[in-house]
């Protein structure tokens, strides 16, 4: 078992005022200097909609969540963090936001984890927020379908988000795990990218703990 050292949530914030933006430098002429103040804006209302900064805390963990195979490993927020207000609201604010756009389709999002793992949901929403068909299969069943469908959605998400420099905080194995972290990530660089007419929660934080098997031990641990 590892610990981690307590940041207060002053130290965790001026660092975070520190940190370079993870959409990058842009510079050059008088109107790239101006996209990439408006850029670094969107930058800094996404970064504060979610961030994971390191604190212990006692956490119960079920033991089905310790049956895991060789190697496996296994994510979880922690219930406390889930109780958060500002955890709620953003859950709530993406949740409407993401249910008037797909409105037309006819689609009700109730859960993140549910909802997006299979990449059906993520399909459309991001069809309608380019205004394009992805070459994608409607419906998959299979694990593997599901999941090169997603690779595939993943990638034209990334295609949208790399000229402006977001980080890539997600995958296919941790949206298809139902990684809501991950997820949340995910959505929230959607939002920002595409302009969601939107205001999320300022400094969300959640505390991760990942279970692992490393031969015949059990090791478990906080993140960010």
């Known amino acids: 078992m590892s610990a981690t050292p307590v940041r207060s949530p002053t130290l965790q914030r001026n660092k975070m005022k520190k940190d370079e933006s993870f959409l990058g430098k842009l510079g050059g002429t008088l109107v790239r200097k101006k996209k990439a103040k408006e850029v670094s804006d969107l930058q800094d209302e996404g970064r504060n909609a979610i961030n994971a900064p390191m604190s212990p805390s006692t956490i119960d963990i079920h033991p089905e969540d310790t049956l895991l195979e060789e190697n496996e490993e296994r994510t979880m927020i922690d219930p406390n963090s889930k109780e958060e207000a500002k955890f709620k609201e953003l859950i709530k604010v993406l949740i409407d936001w993401i249910n008037e756009v797909l409105v037309e389709e006819r689609i009700i999002v109730k859960n ?7 990449g059906q949901v993520l399909q459309k929403l991001l069809e309608k927020l380019a205004g394009r068909k992805l070459n994608v299969a409607e419906v998959t069943q299979s694990e593997i379908g599901q999941k090169q469908k997603l690779q595939t959605i993943l990638d034209d998400v990334q295609e949208f988000l790399r ?7 997600w995958n296919v194995d941790s949206i298809h795990g139902k990684n809501l972290v991950a997820i949340l990530h995910l959505l929230v660089a959607l939002a920002m990218h595409f302009r969601a007419p939107i205001r999320l929660p300022e400094h969300v934080s959640v505390q991760v703990v990942v279970v692992k098997v490393s031969q015949t031990w059990i090791t478990w641990y906080t993140l960010y």
């Not at 000229?163 to 905080?169: D, K, L, N, S």
């Open 112 to 118: 993140l984890e549910e909802d997006f793992y299979d």
């Open 163 to 169: 000229p402006q420099g977001w980080a890539i905080r």
